[in-house]
């Protein structure tokens, strides 16, 4: 059983930063491929990032350059580092974990609840 608890979301002004984290500590952390997606209101959802392996990481174009996924899999931790944030960056973010790399980026299987980014102009 996979539970993905994330946090970190909240109010950040323009050209700020934040970390989001994501957590799991009923399964081999260390087995999942991992990833944030995002979801703003009235949009569809959209792929953040991935990493498969500390080396091995995926970007959405709209965040790459600015976003930094990055995993501790001693500790079962997920980060999202978001720097430069715009107010298009506002949305509900979500950790994302499978097995299977190939779902990774656009259907995973398991997901967190998605704690809400909102910045501010």
């Known amino acids: 059983q996979v539970t993905l608890m994330e946090s970190g979301g909240g109010l950040v002004q323009a050209g700020g930063s934040l970390r989001l984290s994501c957590t799991d500590s009923?399964?081999?952390?260390?087995?999942?491929?991992m990833a944030w997606h995002r979801q703003a209101p009235g949009k569809e959802r959209e792929f953040v990032a991935a990493i498969i392996s500390v080396d091995g990481t995926d970007y959405g174009g709209s965040v790459k350059g600015r976003f930094t996924i990055s995993r501790h899999n001693y500790k079962n931790v997920l980060y999202l580092q978001v720097n430069s944030v715009k107010p298009e960056d506002t949305a509900r973010y979500y950790c994302?974990?499978?097995?299977?790399?190939?779902?990774?980026?656009?259907?995973?299987?398991?997901w967190g609840q998605g704690p809400q980014v909102s910045v501010s102009s």
């Open positions: 994302a974990a499978d097995a299977n790399i190939g779902r990774l980026t656009t259907a995973p299987n398991h």
């Open positions: 009923k399964t081999a952390f260390s087995t999942l491929a």
